[in-house]
């Protein structure tokens, strides 16, 4: 079979081997896990060999697939590179993009750049993934990420986007009602404290800016999974919530929440939006990156 002809398929089963899922190697090819299982079955039925061992759980390379994506990928990032210098001589980017980000920066920051990038580049889809955890952008099939200070990998080049922000301690007026702020983090013991669990079913640390001895909070009576949920439960009363600061500008500034804690409050950062250093970048990349640059510098 021609190799044009099965460019398709071996690009799919690339992103499946680097993802080590179905799904997520559709999504990241915009087709179905239908339409990529298919694929993938005509492709082995065409080469006569197994290139996947499936198993209810996960997706890897057999031997033979190993072999096959250590040749392959070098050429795929050779057509992907070529194509993309041809888009050089465009007058707009085309193509898309995904970016890996934590949730506060996702809503915050890149959904609004997103917004104007793809108004102003009409032939460029981007697809932004939040996520708490840090994630291997390359091996996931990301262009870029997006995270704070230390926490960017020291291999990528970073581009800082923003101002350096904190988190923030905060309850409403009637949960305060009748009870004694906190002054110290060692009184949040006396209050309830809402608390976040992560997806491995650790809940989330409450840092502090100032030494301090290690505060061991509560479990809470109530645990969520998500920021947003959190300042819900204290808007109505349910404790104090520790969140990024953006989630609760406005309710503070509207005196639903009371803003406490504040000289403790844990610094996190700038954000820095990074890229691997030896990938060549794309148009649509190299474009979202001046223009997130520009933005970091009109809030210095």
């Known amino acids: 079979m021609p190799m044009r002809s099965m460019l398709p398929e071996l690009e799919l089963f690339a992103a499946i081997a680097r993802h080590g899922n179905f799904g997520r190697a559709a999504a990241e090819r915009k087709v179905s896990t239908s339409m990529a299982s298919q694929g993938m079955r005509k492709l082995e039925d065409q080469l006569g060999v197994v290139l996947l061992r499936r198993t209810t759980r996960s997706v890897a390379p057999t031997a033979a697939g190993a072999e096959l994506l250590a040749s392959l990928e070098p050429g795929l990032r050779q057509i992907q590179d070529a194509v993309e210098r041809v888009n050089l001589h465009r007058g707009t980017p085309i193509g898309s993009l995904r970016i890996n980000a934590p949730a506060p920066i996702a809503q915050f920051l890149l959904a609004p750049l997103a917004a104007r990038f793809t108004r102003d580049h009409p032939d460029v889809a981007i697809e932004i993934v939040a996520e708490a955890a840090l994630q291997d952008i390359v091996l ?13 990998p020291q291999d990528m080049v970073a581009v800082r ?5 904190r988190y923030a ?20 013991v006396r209050h309830e404290c809402i608390r976040r669990s992560f997806p491995g079913g650790s809940l989330q640390t409450w840092a502090f800016q100032r030494r301090t001895a290690k505060v061991e909070l509560p479990p809470g009576r109530i645990v969520v999974n998500d920021a947003q949920i959190a300042v819900n439960a204290a808007l109505a009363g349910g404790g104090l919530a520790y969140v990024h600061e953006k989630y609760v500008e406005r309710e503070i500034a509207e005196g ?13 950062g700038a954000p820095y939006l990074y890229y691997p250093r030896q990938r060549y970048l794309s148009a649509a990349l190299r474009t979202f990156i001046d223009l997130a640059r520009e933005k970091g510098r009109a809030e210095n």
């Open 256 to 268: 639903c929440l009371v803003r406490l804690l504040e000289p403790w409050s844990p610094g996190i």
């Open 161 to 165: 986007i923003g101002n350096a922000q």
């Open 169 to 188: 301690i905060v309850a409403s007026p009637d949960y305060l009602d009748g009870r004694a702020p906190p002054l110290a983090p060692r009184d949040l």
């Open 140 to 152: 996931e099939g990301f262009d870029a990420g997006v995270r704070f200070g230390n926490d960017v």
